[in-house]
């Protein structure tokens, strides 16, 4: 029964993207997918801030699991999926931005792009191809998958490029730009500085060491 069910649910899921396959493109919509709508944050952030920076006139669509979650003006939330409003906004983008390699839930139509961040900087851990041992026969088919549909990987260094390529399966156009969320430490973050000095009682003179691992040992995706 239950395998029955599985059936049944893959075959409503197909007949909903192909559905939507139909609608055209909107060219000024773009749409924005944080670790699978945890939130607003990481790279694609940053570039959706800059974008609102520059009062260009394009549909921000932000996917949200929580749809409480607090969004900029200027910036619609959308319910992740399995939402029927969530596959209607990804088949309808132009751009779709986003920093993890899941299945994105949709069949890419001509004229669309995908744009990914990562979510992560050069580091010494294993990802992806590199860690094909600790990840789900279903993760490495989607990560392939979605590596075939993107257009363009955001990297910070030749290193890091080279890295996408072999364990990311990359074959599409690496732009060597920086990641948009370090940006930031690159501008006047005087009022940033004093902020987190005066949240943690730190006087202006002593020096502060961030120290801040990503080992996860319960083998999670991301």
């Known amino acids: 029964m239950g395998k029955l069910n599985a059936f049944i649910v893959s075959i409503v899921r197909f007949a909903i993207k192909f559905l939507f396959f139909l609608l055209p493109i909107k060219k000024s ?96 851990k294993r990802a992806e191809g590199d860690a094909l041992d600790t990840l789900s026969p279903q993760y490495i088919k989607e990560s392939r998958h979605n590596s075939k549909q993107t257009d363009l990987f955001l990297s910070n260094s030749r290193a890091l490029s080279d890295y996408y390529r072999k364990a990311f399966w990359c074959e599409c156009e690496i732009l060597e730009c920086g990641s948009p969320r370090n940006d930031i430490l690159f501008r006047d973050n005087t009022h940033t500085i004093t902020k987190v000095r005066e949240f943690f009682g730190i006087d202006a003179d002593t020096k502060i060491a961030l120290y801040a691992p990503t080992f996860r040992d319960e083998n999670s995706s991301f």
């Open 29 to 124: 919509k773009i749409l924005f997918i944080n670790f699978n709508g945890r939130g607003y944050g990481c790279n694609p952030k940053y570039i959706a801030e800059e974008i609102l920076n520059q009062t260009l006139p394009l549909d921000l669509v932000w996917c949200v699991s929580d749809t409480n979650e607090p969004l900029p003006s200027g910036i619609r939330k959308v319910k992740y999926r399995p939402s029927i409003r969530y596959f209607y906004e990804i088949a309808t983008a132009k751009v779709i931005v986003t920093n993890v390699k899941n299945d994105l839930g949709l069949f890419k139509k001509r004229g669309q792009y995908i744009i990914q961040t990562w979510h992560g900087s050069m580091g010494g």
